[in-house]
């Protein structure tokens, strides 16, 4: 969604231009076995991406299918008071923004209750709403989520989680087309 959010921005598509699937998408970008690692079978017991890697997987498919002016920033959750308040403020940023996009980083069983985690998971922010303070949670996982909205409090001491193999998680802004 991201990719292609950079990739299409500020032009329109007609019938004979083609987005980035996930299959393309994990064809393409060859960093840090992201493909064997978004497979079920994972790569050296491992089946996923820390936030440092999911900061360079980000820029490298920015770059491999052509985003204009791509620029990628992490921040890790820390779990404190302040932490949040910053999560908040590039929430609200990025709300007002149309050439930007954020990535969550967290473990996913704190937002959605599912049992046998801790499961570490990226999905795209949809929408802030800062007045409710929560966040709208555009879950890629479509087999078994539809998108859904999460208080921001919520949201952000699951991306604080750490695990022991993704550590802690937090967000990607994503800016392009600037």
């Known amino acids: 969604m991201v990719v292609n959010a950079a990739v299409c921005a500020g032009r329109a598509l007609g019938n004979g231009d083609r987005i980035v699937t996930q299959a393309s998408l994990l064809d393409r970008v060859e960093i840090h076995h992201w493909k064997e690692l978004a497979s079920p079978a ?6 996923g991406l820390t936030l440092a ?3 360079a997987v980000t820029e490298a498919a920015l770059r491999d299918f052509g985003a204009e002016k791509p620029a990628v920033r992490s921040a890790e959750a820390d779990g404190t008071e302040e932490g949040l308040a910053r999560f908040r403020a590039a ?37 802030y709403d800062a007045g409710r303070r929560r966040v709208l949670v555009l879950d890629v996982d479509r087999e078994w989520y539809e998108p859904y909205w999460v208080a921001d409090d919520v949201l952000f001491r699951a991306m604080s989680r750490r695990t022991l193999a993704f550590g802690a998680g937090g967000f990607l802004w994503v800016g392009f087309g600037q």
């Open 42 to 47: 994972g790569h050296a017991g491992l089946h």
């Open 53 to 55: 890697q999911l900061g």
């Open 91 to 127: 929430l609200a940023e990025n709300e007002h923004g149309a050439h930007d996009a954020m990535l969550l980083h967290f473990v996913q069983d704190e937002v959605t209750a599912a049992p046998g985690g801790p499961f570490a998971h990226i999905s795209p922010v949809g929408a």
